[in-house]
């Protein structure tokens, strides 16, 4: 979901974001799942592969990922993110967090 062929991919995001996501961003802004699927193509500027990434299990239908994005140009910008992804027969995000820091 970090490369834009995918991300502004509408049929993706779309199959992908459960019926209930929402996302707080760095800047504490929430944002609905409506908001998301309608966000314009931009650059994507985070260096891959995710620092840090986690993937952990909470039960067996759950999964909480984690990871740190750090801007490939911008002196500023790193986060560190987190995830809530549901099983309901395909994995969907249903929760991301962005909080702002400087490593």
């Given at each position: 979901?970090?490369?834009?062929?995918?991300?502004?991919?509408?049929?993706?995001?779309?199959?992908?974001?459960?019926a209930?996501?929402?996302?707080?961003?760095?800047?504490?802004r929430?944002?609905?799942?409506?908001?998301?699927?309608?966000?314009?193509?931009?650059?994507?500027?985070?260096?891959?592969?995710?620092?840090?990434?986690?993937?952990?299990?909470?039960?067996?239908?759950?999964?909480?990922?984690?990871?740190?994005?750090?801007?490939?140009?911008?002196?500023?910008g790193?986060?560190?993110?987190?995830?809530?992804?549901?099983?309901?027969?395909?994995?969907?995000?249903?929760?991301?967090?962005?909080?702002?820091?400087d490593?």
């Amino acid at each position: 979901m970090w490369r834009a062929d995918t991300r502004f991919d509408m049929r993706f995001m779309d199959a992908v974001l459960a019926a209930e996501f929402i996302e707080v961003g760095r800047s504490g802004r929430t944002y609905t799942r409506d908001e998301i699927l309608a966000l314009q193509s931009t650059e994507i500027d985070v260096d891959l592969p995710l620092t840090g990434f986690t993937a952990v299990a909470i039960c067996e239908d759950v999964a909480l990922v984690r990871y740190t994005s750090v801007p490939t140009k911008a002196s500023r910008g790193e986060a560190h993110r987190t995830s809530v992804w549901v099983n309901d027969g395909r994995w969907r995000l249903r929760f991301h967090q962005a909080t702002s820091t400087d490593i």
